[in-house]
């Protein structure tokens, strides 16, 4: 039972990849074929920019965008109509430009079903679907229960690591600066040393 008003304590559960496990897990999908350039992106964009399966399946092209010298999803529409802009990492990005490249996509809709013939059809991805992309991959390389909220917790942890690396750095910097990613892609001038993530 959870009461209102009352601080929660403790640790939460959840599956929490190491980053050999995340590099792992990213080469499940061989990018041989236009279902595995897909399926990259797929797994990719949870780890290197922290997105949910929801907005993985309503992702449009149009929001990728070039600002200030670094590539961002801009006015990223998310859980409970929350507008953020988020980072996209170098290599992340080079796996959309494949996935995008092979298939002719420019507009709409940057995920898309492929069918088992290979043929990709402009109806969007469900979550659902994304979820099924994620947890067939960790299956494959001997993963049981994962699912693409856990990919999320890779991205913190490695910025984690990172931001304390980086604190040294910040003198002067105010603390709420840390408590938030945005902070530091929006504020921070030395923002492209922690890109790309080092998984």
């Known amino acids: 039972m959870t009461v209102p008003n009352v601080r929660q304590q403790g640790t939460r559960l959840g599956n929490w990849l190491t980053k050999e496990q995340a590099r792992e897990l990213l080469t499940v999908p061989d990018r041989s074929t236009i279902k595995d350039k897909r399926d990259y992106c797929i797994l990719a964009m949870p780890v290197g920019c922290a997105l949910r399966r929801e907005e993985l399946a309503t992702l449009d092209v149009e929001i990728l965008q070039m600002h200030e010298g670094r590539w961002v999803l801009a006015a990223l529409l998310g859980k409970g109509g929350r507008v953020r802009t988020v980072a996209v990492p170098l290599w992340v990005k080079q796996r959309i430009n494949a996935w995008m490249t092979a298939v002719g996509i420019e507009e709409g809709r940057m995920l898309r ?66 408590s938030t990613f945005s902070g530091v892609y929006d504020s921070w001038p030395g923002w492209n040393a922690l890109r790309p993530l080092p998984i």
Do not use: P
């Open 113 to 178: 079903r492929v069918l088992k013939n290979g043929k990709v059809v402009d109806d969007s991805l469900s979550a659902w679907a994304v979820g099924s992309v994620v947890t067939d991959s960790a299956q494959a390389i001997g993963i049981e229960r994962f699912g693409a909220h856990d990919l999320r917790r890779i991205c913190a942890n490695v910025w984690s690591a990172a931001l304390s690396q980086a604190k040294s750095d910040l003198t002067g910097w105010s603390a709420q600066m840390y």
